[in-house]
């Protein structure tokens, strides 16, 4: 996935198990993610914290 680094990554359904392990992912690749799904005000907490996990990557979310 290296050569996802800087790009923007729409993703929805990103609070189902899937949806985290690729935010997981594409954040260890530098990916910057457009993150989506019915459950808003989840979406930022797990973002946040997989980003703390991480430590790479950027997240915009509604």
């Keep these: 996935m290296s050569h996802l680094q800087e790009a923007v990554v ?12 690729l935010t997981r992912q ?7 993610l457009i993150l ?3 459950e808003e ?12 996990e991480v430590g790479t990557g950027d997240v915009t979310h509604p």
């Design 26 to 32: 594409l954040f260890k690749a530098g990916s910057r």
């Design 10 to 21: 729409l993703l929805m359904g990103a609070v189902g198990a899937f949806g985290q392990e």
């Design 41 to 52: 005000v989840i979406v930022g907490k797990r973002a946040e914290v997989i980003w703390r």
């Design 36 to 38: 989506s799904d019915l």
